[in-house]
């Protein structure tokens, strides 16, 4: 998934905008733009904050943009095909102006609150949010789409195990939505329910709970700075694994340590 700021040009002269790959883009304040098919019948539309356009691929349109500040969220191919449960050809969406939807909403800020922090969560993450919005797109705006299959049961034993393995193997790199679902030969759609439904989780849950139950043993058994422990857990900065440890441990990496050692030292 590709994550775009976009921000008025100097120049405003109305050019040809080329989109081969479907985009939903969102308004971050009231601006306008103007659209056509033709320079000469080109139409001013107004977005208010938050509303949205999706744009079908290969669309071919003179476009000027004079005020509009928007971020842009480009889905791919393979996220769209695999939400449609792998239905064969392109996935066709219907073009939509002025388009205001709750969860679509919800998913785009997400990946914006990320854009604004830098992307500490990784690809996996983006992988994640990208499936989500590609299940929206396909079962509301598909212009011919399969119903999403409701899957009974989980995933076996031993698929969990090697999913396991590979977070483990992975523990200080990336790992993707498209290698989890890989290494126990499934399309990413199904693999992230199957997955939900064995887990009770997300694959970047799951991800997360594994790396910083590695961080907690390495802050009990070692003397390695917490910025060493943060990049061996596979987190970009010490900021962003901070926040992450907090959050699901109730203290910082520091604080855990510090109470940690007086426990023993008692």
Known sequence: MRVELNVPEPVTEPRMW??????????????????GLRHSEMIRVTYDAGEMSLIPR??????????????????????????SDGTSGEVELRRVDNLVDARLGALVEAANAERIAGFPSGRLFLDSVEQALAVALVNGYAVRHRSVLTHRGGLGSARLRRIKELVHAKMEDEVTLCEMAQSVELSTAHFARMFRKS????????????????????????????????AACGFKTQGHFARVFRRM???GPTEYRQEFLGRVAS
């Not at 080329?18 to 659209?35: F, M, N, T």
């Open 18 to 35: 080329v989109k081969h790959q479907p985009v939903l883009a969102v308004a971050l304040r009231r601006g306008s733009i103007e659209v």
């Open 249 to 251: 441990c109730g203290v």
């Open 58 to 83: 290969h669309l071919e349109k003179w476009f000027r943009n004079e005020d509009m500040h928007y971020l842009s969220i480009a889905i791919s191919d393979v996220a769209l095909t695999a939400a």
């Open 199 to 230: 887990t009770g989780e997300s694959p970047h849950q799951f991800v997360m709970r594994h790396r910083i139950e590695r961080a907690k043993e390495m802050l009990r058994t070692s003397d390695a700075r917490v910025l060493d422990v943060a």
